[in-house]
């Protein structure tokens, strides 16, 4: 069965510094992989999506993503993060004609 | 742009209470889905609906649960008899090209059971 896993549940980066929240997955053939973001009291909002072609894609808000078959991964990054960036993350996957399965999300702290 | 609406945003309803959760999906979607998120927890898939039927559902979505597509636009989810643990987010969601692509999520129904 497929599987999301957020090894960090909380995530603390100050103000300007970079980012990269980790996302692994267990699958048996080409995910569709996604971030989503969810602002406090907020729904989930799409950041970016892989279903093929270019490993690393871009994403709103200055986010990327890449897509590494051989560790299985889907890291988020962003390279200078601001205060509004604070939310929880969620990495999702997915196969044509499967439902989405969510990780249990990353909560990311900005420290001014 | 488009979006997906849920209303209420938020709904308070005594136990054993029935609740009907309602959703507006993107217009063009013919693939709607409902979520769920208990408080702290990660958000969990219940159904998937196409065509009219349902085309998936999870160990949650027991016979308290139905979803309906009362009218071409709505998609509900109903609960019957609700309980303390039913208290979460729920979210809706709708997509284009089908389950495990890209989806579109509400800003979701706060349910609180009391």
């Known amino acids: 069965a497929q599987s999301v896993t957020q090894p960090d549940i909380h995530i603390t980066v100050s103000e300007g510094a970079s980012l990269e929240l980790r996302c692994n997955y267990s699958y048996g053939a080409t995910p569709y992989l996604f971030w989503y973001v969810q602002s406090p009291g907020q729904g989930l909002q799409l950041l970016l999506k892989?279903?093929?072609?270019?490993?690393l894609v871009q994403g709103i808000k200055g986010f990327e993503a890449e897509f590494k078959r051989s560790q299985s991964s889907f890291n988020l990054r962003k390279p200078s993060v601001h205060w509004s960036d604070a939310a929880e993350y969620f990495c999702?996957?997915?196969?044509?004609?499967?439902?989405?399965?969510f990780g249990k999300g990353t909560r990311l702290h900005i420290l001014p | 742009e488009p979006e997906v609406t849920q209303t209420p945003s938020h709904q308070v309803t005594q136990m054993g209470q029935e609740v009907i959760l309602r959703c507006v999906p993107i217009?063009?979607?013919?693939?709607f889905y409902w979520y769920r998120q208990i408080l702290g927890q990660k958000v969990e898939f219940l159904v998937s609906f196409y065509n009219n039927e349902i085309s998936e559902k999870s160990e949650i979505f027991d016979d308290q649960f139905s979803v309906e597509r009362p009218d071409g636009s709505n998609f509900t989810l109903k609960i019957r008899s609700t309980k303390l643990e039913d208290s979460a987010m729920y979210f809706c969601?709708?997509?284009?090209?089908?389950?495990?692509?890209?989806?579109?999520f509400g800003q979701g129904t706060r349910l609180t059971v009391v």
């Open positions: 217009s063009n979607h013919l693939y």
């Open positions: 969601a709708s997509s284009s090209r089908g389950p495990g692509t890209e989806a579109f």
């Open positions: 999702a996957v997915g196969e044509r004609d499967d439902k989405i399965i």
């Open positions: 892989y279903f093929s072609g270019d490993t």
